[in-house]
């Protein structure tokens, strides 16, 4: 039962990802159709963000009530369903409207899962999850160059992950039965996920395997939901959630705009960006992979530090000009840096805040990342519209500089609570 629950979980996480590179690899030739400026692909960017802050500030209170199973199999049919609708849309408009329930279907899945994994799986689970998010994300423009090269337009790449997505969603539902039990094995790996995140100056987890899961179930179920206040007096939760804001910030914002970059800057087809785009996904999927393996040896935070120091080398590889190949290292290095961050962070969480606020911390994380995703990329947009595409590297090396900031102070003002 519990390897088939993991399994279940791996297959959430590739359609968590499936749907989000989908917009920046169809922009160049949905814009030219709909007759739209470049930077519209920000606009609604910014919809489907806005309902994943909406589901994840949510998140804390649906899945207490509702249970993580049963709010991942409504959240992946609601993203299917929005997909779907994408596939049919025939006016800039409709678009605006889908973006709504294709938002709020994707911030119930992460927020929910990112909880139940922190809580109850290792670090390494936590990297390889991620892992196939980026397999999704990966893959996803590969469907649209197919799409788009094979003269079939852009629908049919949205309504080919949409078919994908909804086989996912019937798997997801006939499955609930199963995130309903603790298995002994869960309680088992939750005892040592409880081990390794203590700090050499803490005593030794001394509870049984059935109190460590007892514990952490009165935490998904029985514990009422923070409010938002008590989650901004938390001491180190701003910087966390700044840290977060800065990460989804230039992890969508080059998401969205490497294929037009490569496009306008380095005079590619639409076509071959669009391929050459998923070299970013490529970048965090197998950096993920490698990930799972390096949490054996090395803690979370110090793969933090890491993947920070390979993410600069790769926005200063974009710097180069009008050489396509050192573009495609750049933006294949942002990835493999971008790799550990987010996984990382929240597997902390539990360790930082408590099991007993992970989910409420964790929604809130989620919210404020989706924040970086709303505002970034369109703030960009605006700024490849009237400046150049050119400065794309700038604004990355910004983001990461605050996000390098904002986590080193987590981990100060987290110290006293991690020794409590």
């Given amino acids: 039962m519990f390897g088939l629950l993991i399994t279940i979980i791996y297959v959430s996480f590739i359609s968590l990802g499936l749907p989000d590179s989908l917009l920046g690899a169809a922009w160049p030739v949905m814009r030219v159709e709909f007759s739209a400026p470049l ?10 963000s806005g309902g994943t802050i909406m589901s994840s500030l949510l998140s804390d209170r649906l899945t207490k009530k509702f249970g993580t199973g049963l709010v991942t199999a409504i959240s992946v049919a609601m993203t299917a369903a929005a997909l779907f609708c994408f596939s049919v849309s025939t006016q800039l408009w409709m678009l605006f409207v ?10 119930g899945v992460d927020a929910s899962l990112n909880n139940y994994v922190a809580l109850h799986l290792k670090s390494r689970h ?17 469907i649209m160059s197919y799409a788009l090269t094979g003269g079939s337009g852009w629908q049919q790449g949205y309504l080919i992950v949409a078919i994908i997505q909804i086989v996912l969603s019937v798997f997801i539902f006939v499955s609930l039965p199963l995130w309903k039990k603790k298995p002994l094995a869960i ?9 390794e995140n203590k700090t050499d100056e803490e005593p030794s987890v001394s509870e049984s395997t059935g109190e460590i899961a007892d514990n952490i179930e009165k935490s998904e179920t029985k514990s009422k939901p923070l409010s938002f206040k008590q989650i901004l007096k938390t001491s180190g939760a701003v910087p966390c959630f700044i840290c977060f804001f800065c990460y989804c910030a230039l992890e969508q914002t080059a998401m969205l705009w490497s294929s037009s970059y490569m496009v306008y800057h ?7 960006a669009a391929g050459f785009a998923s070299l970013f996904f490529i970048g965090i999927t197998s950096g993920r992979a490698v990930n799972g393996f390096l949490t054996f040896k ?5 793969l933090i530090r890491a993947g920070q120091c390979i993410m600069l080398c790769g926005a200063a590889f974009i710097f180069i000009p009008d050489v396509p190949v050192v573009t495609y290292i750049g933006f294949t290095l942002l990835g493999l840096g971008c790799a550990p961050v987010y996984p990382s962070i929240i597997h902390m969480t539990p360790t930082l805040f408590g099991a007993d606020k992970s989910q409420a911390m964790i929604g809130v994380q989620m919210a404020s990342a989706y924040l970086g995703s709303c505002f970034a990329p369109p703030l960009y947009g605006l700024m490849a519209n ?13 983001l990461l500089a605050l996000m390098v900031v904002m986590h080193e102070l987590t981990v100060k003002k987290t110290a006293k609570n991690v020794m409590t």
Avoid: R
């Avoid at 309680?187 to 081990?195: F, I, L, Q, T």
């Fill in 266 to 272: 380095n005079g590619l087809s639409v076509e071959t």
């Fill in 187 to 195: 309680a088992s790996e939750a005892v040592e996920v409880a081990e």
């Fill in 386 to 398: 009237h400046i150049s595409q050119a400065v794309l590297p700038y604004y990355l090396l910004v």
């Fill in 298 to 302: 090395f803690g979370d935070k110090t």
């Fill in 98 to 107: 889908f973006a709504v329930p294709y938002g709020l279907g994707a911030g």
């Fill in 39 to 48: 930077s519209y692909a920000g606009i609604i960017s910014m919809i489907i």
């Fill in 126 to 142: 936590m990297s390889w999850l991620h892992c196939m998010w980026g397999v999704g994300a990966a893959v996803s423009p590969y």
